[in-house]
RNA sequence: UGGGGCGUAGCCAAGUGGUAAGGCAUCGGCCUUUGGAGCCGACAUUCGAAGGUUCGAAUCCCUCCGCCCCAGCCA
């Protein structure tokens, strides 16, 4: 049984077969997984549901998750993919240890592993093309034809795929096929290609190589040479199992059990590393760690914690049906965290100044301030109060609806851990109708936000002094799609035109000088994130993680 | 029409012959110096559909329906 540490972790139908593994001692009590990204792109969330699955049971049972690449493309594989990889795994809370593999460091072995085959007849050099091939393949419901290049002899393929080897033939005028079954229902069996001639430099072996073992040659003798014990794939790889099993039988060597599951699909975004490729290329967004995006990267610019990732990968669960998950779980889940851990501050995001009429002209007081009531011992701060303060627009209206319970002409409201103010007049702009400023009046006897008189205010706002206060560039990120589903169709027809929008705030003084990707709770407004790239000493930037939810909101929706 | 999978609430997801967990969302209410957080309550007479077996079926059998994946020298 796996050991829980603190909490009991949600089950799912590959823990139990690993539950039922130990029990029959079918791998001598060993657990080891691995990660298998290609580098070819930035990882996503769909990735990061599959690097929690995998290093999370390796975790829980005392086994060993291994990272490995499986980099048989080099055509579209890169250096920085590789990196942006290895960061995003590590952040997210999980270390490989020693065990960083390559599928390029088993190229030699692969090698033997496919003149293995030829020797044994089961893999011819064929010198159909491309066309050709796909043509005597047949379709789904036809069978296909044999290669009339399927009965060479070994000795003869064995020439011909060592020359392959050697660079004697142009890309794609030679492959080596598995000799398998050219009538079988599965097309994966259809004599599939298990090496390629492609005259392309690797990222890794540089010019070592003209040929290179396809993936599911590549990929199932990895497993193999690394002993992993239980090969988690998604669904789509269920039919290329009766190949790997044929490949891993016919070499007679260690047969991993592979299991498959459902990949995660969000609403409201794209999963497919393509589609993301072409968003980053076409400039739609500002890069893959753009905060809009589902990248790992773009997560963590975002402001959303390794926790709360992990936290979301374990309560979807794991198992066979295709879904897609509610992008608003994403957002409890993050908030959940941030709730939490993270320190409040006030921020107003549009701000209308305020005037307190009876409040004298250079009086700077101080009201203490809670860090997070959450979490007392995050202790308390000192914010200066005076005459002009900004409040947020939102928070103020001359002709209020029954619910409203903000400042209003005539009416009282708290300012959060300062005073109670009243509204005594405004001035309106004539020509835009927009409201310039409002004039209030304090009650001095309300300092820290209560009275002694015992009366109650309903609404509490927040505000910043004017005199005090920084301006910061806010960054409200909204879904980039606006569309549940935008993998369907043309995405592009369904991007979000206001996916950002950049607003000029006020923000208390403590956030001048804000560190990098520091997060904050700007109170009754949202979660924010010191832009890892952009915030600077002096001028901070934030990015808006997630708002807090909004009752008000709804009932304004609701009408 | 070949092969491989999958159908439990708006969205995830437990349950594997003993009478439908949990979470998100939603809707009420309480509380509140964040309309935040928290708390309480509601939310599947029914498990894709129809038959059958059984004292008893989401679970077993049968038939049907729907959805997803596969015809790269991509992974």
Redesign the pocket.
Known sequence: MPENNEITL????IK?IIDDDLLTNKWGGRVNTRFPP?PNGYLHIGHAKSICLNFGLANEFKGLCNLRF?D??PS?EETEYVESIMEDVHWLGFDWQDRCYYASDYFDKLYDYAVQLIKDGKAYVCD???DE??ET?G???EPGQNSPFRNRTVEENLDLFERMKKGEFE??AK?LRAKIDMTS????MRD??IY???KVDHHRTGDKWCI?P???FT?CLSDSIEHITHSICT??????RPLYDWFLDELGVYHPQQIEF?RLNLSYTLMSKRKLLALVEEKIVSGWDDPRMPTICGLRRRGYTPESIRDFAE????????????F??LE?CI??DL?KHVH?VMGVLNPLKVVIDNYPDDLIEEVEAIN???DLSMGTRILPFSKVIYIEKDDFMIDPPK????LAPGREV?L??AYYIKCVDFVKDDDTGEIKEVHCTYDPETK???SPDGRKVQ???HWVSAAHCVDAEIRLYDHLFNTENPGEGDYKQYLNPNSLEVVDAKVEPMLENAEPSSRW?F??VGYFCADSKDTQPGKPVFNRTVT?????A??VK?G
């Open positions: 949600p089950s799912n139908f139990k290609e499986d048989t493309n579209k159909l093309s491309a091939m796909r393949r379709t789904l419901t890309d794609g492959t229902g599965n097309l994966n599939p290609v390629r001639i492609l290179y396809m993936y599911d990929h669904l789509e790889f269920e039919d290329h459902a309560r979807i669960g794991v198992a066979k049906k295709d879904s897609t998950v509610d608003a779980f409890h908030r959940e709730n409040r997070n009531p959450e619910k409203y319970y903000r708290r959060r851990y820290g936000g209560s609404g509490t706002i709770q109170e009754r807090l939810k909004d009752t008000w709804k009932i609701k």
